[in-house]
């Protein structure tokens, strides 16, 4: 999914047009409105990765004889975990303080869900599965932009499409996923 796109998209449903050509410039930095909106899309991203479609990574770690994991050591930006299973396959308990997981020392599964990194003008957001469309996080800016601004009935109108949409789209992540545990 293209940022720019995204943000036409939104531009469009804030009847703001004429910013539309400003995107393609090289001055898009310099825009304080079009920052904004950018920031209100980060935003977006991270509430659709954290509440509609997860972003998951898998990762092997080995915890010390201090019982402590250092989170800032993922790979990707540490969320929630998901799962935790011990070097047998079995359910591990974990206790999570201070940006750290306490457990036992040993090697471990962990299952976890991730924030994406912020993006920027040019950017490709690829932390999402292709069932989510551009028109659903278009949306999503267009409520928080309005939130923001005090803007609280256009708010609860576009949030409710907001809503509408990510449950849609993470209907059909779901039936994308069971139609792979299908047994044939």
């Known amino acids: 999914m293209n940022v720019n796109k995204i943000l036409q998209i939104s531009l469009k449903y804030l009847n703001k047009e004429?910013?539309?050509k400003e995107l393609e410039s090289e001055n898009v930095n310099d825009n304080a409105e079009l920052i904004q909106l950018l920031d209100v899309l980060n935003a977006?991203?991270?509430?659709?990765?954290?509440?509609?479609?997860?972003?998951?990574?898998?990762?092997?770690?080995y915890?010390?004889?201090?019982?402590k994991y250092s989170l800032t050591s993922l790979p990707k930006k540490f969320y929630a975990v998901r799962k935790l299973k011990n070097h047998?396959?079995?359910?591990?308990?974990?206790?999570e303080e201070d940006g750290y997981l306490l457990l036992k020392?040993?090697?471990?599964?962990?299952?976890?869900?991730?924030?994406p990194q912020e993006v920027n003008f040019q950017d490709e957001i690829t932390s999402f599965p292709s069932v989510l469309v551009d028109e659903a996080l278009a949306l999503g800016v267009v409520a928080?932009?309005?939130?923001?601004?005090?803007?609280?009935?256009?708010?609860?109108?576009?949030?409710?499409?907001?809503?509408d949409k990510m449950k849609k789209c993470a209907?059909?992540?779901?039936?994308?996923?069971?139609?792979?545990?299908?047994?044939?």
């Open 88 to 95: 047998l396959g079995l359910k591990s308990k974990y206790r």
């Open 171 to 184: 209907q059909r992540y779901d039936e994308v996923k069971w139609k792979d545990k299908i047994w044939v």
């Open 63 to 67: 915890v010390d004889y201090t019982g």
């Open 18 to 20: 004429h910013l539309i």
């Open 144 to 163: 928080e932009y309005f939130l923001k601004y005090g803007f609280f009935e256009e708010y609860e109108i576009y949030e409710y499409k907001f809503q």
């Open 44 to 61: 977006v991203v991270k509430k659709v990765a954290t509440e509609y479609i997860y972003c998951i990574a898998e990762k092997e770690i």
């Open 105 to 115: 020392p040993g090697k471990y599964d962990l299952t976890y869900i991730y924030t």
